[in-house]
């Protein structure tokens, strides 16, 4: 309630086609992941809670691990299968709620474009009957300057094996990346 004002006053993000985010039921959003504070542009957005899987670290003290969990943040211990962080995320969207991930799993600080996805969201998908909302930010987080932009696909329910479905929505992501990047070339 608080940190979402001042974000959205000193970064002034742009939010293109958030209407494509279902208004009710089981929604996993997933894209690329370009800075630590992707995931407050991602809270900011929606008009849902969206419950983001974030790396444990983040959890360390018992004052941030209060803090990240009030926002609804999921803590992945990445060096393991964490099963508690998956069935969390399953529960989330068992109860019909928008579960946010970063299929990379960590920040691309690469000159690739995407790093290889991981294959939570499609799993999670194919388990719950979610449907994915494919997304990809764009531009630099800059102090007042209107450059920083999340664009969201249009969303869809995967019906394939889990390295085709996950192919496809690296793809997807692709596709909104480079299309944004255009736009803001012109």
Known sequence: VVLKPIFLLIYKPSYVNVDNIPKEGAVILAGN??????????????????HMMAKKELFNTKLKSKFFRSMG???VDR????????SEAISVLENEEVLGIFPEG???KTNELLLPFKYGAVSFAKKTNAYIVPFAITGKYKLFKKIIKIIYGKPYKVNNELDI?????????KKLMIEGDNNEKK
């Open 33 to 50: 992941h370009t800075n630590l504070i992707d995931a407050a542009l991602m809270l900011g957005g929606p008009k849902r809670v969206v």
């Open 73 to 75: 943040c999921i803590s």
């Open 79 to 86: 060096s393991i299968h964490d099963e508690n962080a998956k």
């Open 106 to 108: 960590t920040i691309n």
């Open 165 to 173: 479905e996950n192919n496809k929505l690296m793809e997807k992501v």
